[in-house]
């Protein structure tokens, strides 16, 4: 999320506190928060945590270039079926393997879903 998403997020938390402190949920509301009633609804404690975990968090950019590398090599690797005739992943690396490109896109998905 960048900022804007975080503050939008943050003052719709801070709404529904608000709201819970004074008078009854939505029914609507309740039933989205309570994900159609399989769920406890955040307690005022809950809601403050999460919006300081979300205060505290910096927006996750996504390395673009590195993913679109990823891509290209895997869209390489399909079409002529072998590893061998791609380029190194990294600098360092003299070819891939089908290993380094599990490796490599278990590490992009990961600096994305962190």
Same mark, same amino acid.
């Given at each position: 999320m960048n900022d804007r998403e975080i503050a939008a997020v943050l003052a719709g938390?801070?709404?529904?506190?608000n709201v819970q402190q004074h008078e009854a949920l939505a029914p609507e509301i309740m039933n989205t928060m309570t994900n159609g009633g399989s769920l406890v609804p955040l307690?005022?404690?809950?809601?403050d945590a999460l919006?300081?975990?979300?205060?505290?968090?910096?927006?996750? #950019?996504?390395?673009v270039s590195a993913m679109w590398a990823?891509?290209?090599? #895997?869209?390489r690797l399909s079409h002529s079926g072998d590893p061998e005739m791609l380029g190194p992943?990294?600098?360092?690396?003299s070819h891939v393997?089908?290993?380094k490109l599990?490796?490599?896109?278990?590490?992009?998905?990961?600096?994305?879903?962190?």
């Open positions: 938390l801070r709404t529904l506190q307690s005022d404690i809950e809601i919006c300081e975990d979300l205060n505290s968090s910096t927006p996750m #950019v996504p390395d990823f891509v290209q090599q #895997v869209a992943i990294d600098p360092d690396d393997t089908l290993d599990v490796h490599k896109a278990r590490a992009l998905a990961a600096t994305v879903l962190a």
